[in-house]
């Protein structure tokens, strides 16, 4: 929480011994090609990985609880420091090893740091952007009329795009992390870093929560992470038992592309505000004053539970039942076919007008009906699902039924994602549906859905036939040409123990 993340020295510290052998020649062709690249050797390299959410999805906007891990998969960040000779203004240039679908690209540094993010137009260094401006922004409040240095930047990702793993995290905290380091940060705390990379990420146009930079700098190698938003972020490292045989995670990708910059209004952004309005409604219904929560996420389910305990006092009650008194709240007040834009304003005392303007200019959405109901039962179910899960690891029943116990809950979280909540496609549900019937204990859908990545929890002794039963059933019909090796050449199918969160390497 409170620790810096770590510098080190020796690449061999930055993965497992069994972790991919590419991701150790990663490592050592974005050195050589910087060298190539800037003609000279990279200063540092920062990087932060990816993350795969076990369950909780869909709620950290809503500031309760989740539980992901980190992956083997990265994004590296070489960087080298460029002195500024006089007259001249400082520059970064950035630079993707993958140099034909990712483009050189360079921008000012202007000393207030501001620099522009077009949010409209994709474009793969806006994230390093995101990162660098909120960088910026921290060091500006620290520092007395900092102003930032220029630098060379080469990039290396290897965590699918758009697929549920995120790699905009991932990007934006080694981003960030990258430019405190250029600017004389050797010590960047990681509470600071992950606060500074969720507001960052979004300016990049997706209104999302904090687990996915938490996981990203968090995750200590072999552990989940227990993230909390309220009263205030926090993270604890959740261990899995040693079983026999062994447990792993598997995901899976569907390939069917969810890109959240295109679909945000009718998918992803539209589902924030709907819990948002779930809280304002509740709260309007039963007098309950809501608060700005703290943090940036204003106004969220969370903290309509907390403003609502307090009124009604909270003597008797603990998180769980709160929880199922929250769920019977919402059930009960909150009408199932939905509210329109007229009626939620009414219900506010506001017109509509005021409504869009609140809550829909800074994120833009689209839709007829704000279905409050689903999103908000959702959203207490998942979080009651967490307790559970996470319950059942610090003490696990006697009886030889954790597996199939902590697989159930991950199972519920699908039906919910599909049927309550309305994020998951047909492509996910077949994945799932094809695991369970080779041996997984628990399938669902893995980050914000609509298409992306599945995670399965498996014993180790099954993984080959799983990923057999997918070759067979899913990826060879989807496209007839499929073999083992495209599978590979795609990472359609990962294995992965818990990875290391973000840190720097600097040479010895
Ligand atoms: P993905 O789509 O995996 O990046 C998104 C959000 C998370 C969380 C999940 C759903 C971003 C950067 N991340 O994850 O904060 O809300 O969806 O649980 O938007
Ligand atoms: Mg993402």
């Not at 007259?87 to 540094?109: D, G, P, W």
């Not at 303007?357 to 959702?378: C, D």
């Amino acid at each position: 929480m409170n620790d810096p993340v770590p510098v080190i020295k020796d690449v061999d510290q930055l993965y497992a011994q069994d972790d991919l052998p590419s991701q150790r020649e990663r490592f050592t062709n974005l050195v050589n090609s910087f060298q190539v690249n800037f003609d000279t050797s990279p200063a540092f390299v920062a990087r932060s990985p990816g993350r795969v959410n076990i369950i909780g999805e869909h709620i950290d906007y809503s500031l309760y609880e989740v539980l992901p891990m980190a992956i083997a998969a990265d994004v590296l960040i070489g960087v080298s420091l460029v002195p500024l000779r006089t007259h001249q203004e400082a520059r970064v240039s950035l630079r993707n090893v993958n140099s034909t679908k990712f483009k050189h690209a360079s921008f000012k540094v202007p000393d207030y740091g501001n620099i522009d993010i077009d949010a409209s137009e994709l474009q793969w260094y806006n994230y390093f952007k995101s990162g660098f401006r909120g960088a910026v922004e921290l060091l500006q409040k620290r520092i007395p009329g900092f102003s930032p240095c220029g630098m060379n930047v080469l990039v290396d990702g290897n965590v699918p795009a758009g697929g549920g793993l995120s790699s905009s995290a991932a990007f934006v905290c080694a981003s960030a992390l990258a430019v405190l380091r250029a600017n004389g940060q050797d010590q960047v705390i990681k509470k600071d870093l992950v606060e500074l990379a969720i507001v960052s990420e979004r300016s990049v146009g997706v209104n999302s929560g904090g687990m996915d930079q938490a996981a990203s700098v968090f995750t200590i190698r072999g552990d989940a992470v227990s993230v909390t938003f309220s009263p205030e972020l926090n993270a604890e490292a959740i261990k899995f038992p040693q079983l026999d045989p062994p447990i792993t995670f598997m995901i899976a990708q569907s390939f069917v592309a969810a890109d959240k910059h295109v679909t945000a209004p009718k998918h992803y952004n539209l589902r924030v505000v709907e819990c948002t309005l779930a809280a304002e409604v509740l709260a309007a219904k039963l007098d309950v004053s809501l608060k700005d929560d703290a943090g940036p996420l204003g106004r969220s389910l969370r903290g309509f539970q907390s403003a609502y305990f307090q009124m009604i006092g909270s003597e008797g009650h603990d998180d769980k039942s709160k929880l199922e008194e929250l769920l019977s709240l919402t059930k009960t007040r909150l009408d199932p076919q939905g509210y329109t834009r007229d009626e939620i304003g009414s219900i506010l005392s506001i017109s509509k007008d005021e409504l869009e303007k609140r809550f829909m200019t800074k994120f833009r959405v689209e839709t007829e009906r704000f279905l409050l109901q689903q999103r908000a039962r959702h959203v207490f179910e998942e979080a009651l699902r967490v307790l559970a899960f996470k319950k059942l690891l610090q003490s696990p029943p006697e009886d030889g039924s954790l597996l199939s116990r902590l697989g159930d809950l991950m199972n519920q979280t699908q039906v919910s994602c599909r049927e309550v909540y309305e994020c998951s496609c047909p492509e996910l549900d077949q994945l799932c549906d094809i695991a369970r019937e080779a041996g997984s204990y628990g399938s669902r859908l893995t980050g914000a859905g609509w298409g992306g990545c599945t995670v399965h929890l498996v014993p180790k002794n099954k993984v080959e036939a799983i990923e057999a039963a997918w070759e067979e059933k899913y990826y060879k019909k989807r496209d007839s040409s499929m073999t083992k090796q495209k599978m590979a050449e795609a990472a359609a199918v990962v294995v992965s123990e818990p990875g290391h969160g973000s840190m720097v390497y600097v040479r010895r």
